[in-house]
């Protein structure tokens, strides 16, 4: 969870300005929930092709934190375990671990994979085998990204959640970025969605033009939209067909990167929301968009406003507040790994009483 970035897409950007000539289904994408018919009208053989296992639905995605040992700092396994079922439990569509709420930089690769392999258990345990994981796999080189994306399908992981390199990027060319994504694509063993988040990746913000021409890789599925731009989510919804609770489109997931705009995700078109705060209040973020699908446009936008409010104070504490917050309401949560500080008690109680509306409303649910 960051501060939004709402400029407009910066013209000519990582983009060589193709325009967008149409999708065939996603198979990794497609909506199981949709009977055959609704295929009908779409190209079949991507997938009549590959085996489906667990296919991303619109909905609500967690990028789950990451749980520590209170005195070594040691993943936190039976936490991990505990928090992935609570959030099944809740209703949402799927899991992504080691993104920005997973604290994935204070993580070494075999920590990251024990995170994944230890969220896939959880879930198949619990009765959860059909929910997809999406894998955080961003780093700095090709290379290392093609390496994280082979551990993710080795630990269980479904798709792969891949931010733009940036240290270098002084010395990038206008196709490095586009290049980047589709050599990613074209060696990863798993789908990937592409992550747009500018304030992760020193300002560099792919715009509408670049995500739209990368989605016709058949390897590309989807998109998180961190950058806040509801104008940039709305282009390119509409030029890929992105899949709808109602619709499946052409499979591929426009996703919102923060739950105080879920309606306007929706309302545009997009295909859910990967939303951080989802930690502490999944069913409310769940029950704000069902109730967008039955036509409630009223009651949605009174939750959709208790919902901001919370996802406002999870911005400014970040994952210091987020988990100040679940210790205080839900008795689990720790500290993240240093060198993030741990909050003062006056911090802690900021935090307490900063998500109480939206616990009070999720603890209704």
């Not at 859910?272 to 036509?295: D, S």
Request: charged fraction near 20%; charge should be neutral.
């Amino acid at each position: 969870m960051s501060p939004h970035n709402d400029a407009p897409s910066p013209n000519g950007s990582f983009t060589n300005g193709n325009s967008f000539n149409g999708l065939s289904v996603r198979s990794q994408a497609a909506q199981h929930i949709f009977n055959q018919a609704h295929f009908d009208n779409f190209e079949t053989s991507s997938v009549e092709s590959m085996d489906i296992h667990r296919p991303l639905l619109p909905g609500i995605y967690v990028p789950t934190v990451a749980f520590f040992d209170s005195a070594t700092e040691d993943v936190d396994v039976k936490t991990t375990s505990m928090h992935a079922v609570r959030l099944a439990k809740a209703g949402v569509a799927g899991i992504t671990t080691q993104g920005s709420n997973g604290e994935a930089v204070h993580l070494s690769h075999k920590e990251r994979s024990l995170v994944t392999r230890t969220t896939r258990k959880a879930l198949d345990d619990a009765g959860f085998g059909y929910m997809p994981i999406i894998v955080g796999c961003g780093a700095q080189s090709t290379k290392e990204t093609i390496e994280l994306c082979n551990e993710a399908a080795a630990d269980g992981g479904d798709y792969a959640l891949v931010l733009p390199p940036a240290y270098y990027q002084g010395l990038f060319s206008k196709n490095t970025i586009v290049s980047f994504f589709k050599d990613v694509a074209s060696a990863s063993p798993v789908p990937i969605l592409i992550y747009n988040y500018p304030g992760a990746v020193s300002g560099l913000d792919l715009n509408s033009d670049a995500i739209i021409e990368l989605a016709q890789h058949h390897n590309i599925v989807g998109c998180k939209l961190t950058c806040g731009n509801t104008g940039k989510l709305n282009r390119i919804a509409a030029a890929t067909r992105a899949a709808t609770v109602s619709e499946p489109g052409s499979g591929f997931m426009c996703m919102g990167g923060s739950v105080d705009f879920t309606l306007q995700t929706l309302i545009g078109g997009g295909s859910g929301v990967i939303g951080g705060m989802a930690n502490i209040a999944p069913k409310a973020c769940v029950k704000l968009m069902n109730l967008f699908e039955a036509g409630e446009l009223k009651e949605a936008r009174r939750l959709q406003a208790i919902v901001a409010r919370g996802d406002w104070a999870a911005i400014q504490g970040g994952i210091i507040g987020t988990k100040a917050a679940l210790m205080a309401h839900f008795g689990y949560g720790g500290h993240a790994r240093k060198p993030l500080p741990k909050p003062s008690k006056e911090e802690t109680r900021k935090w307490r009483d900063a998500f109480e509306e939206l616990v009070k409303l999720e603890k209704s649910l």
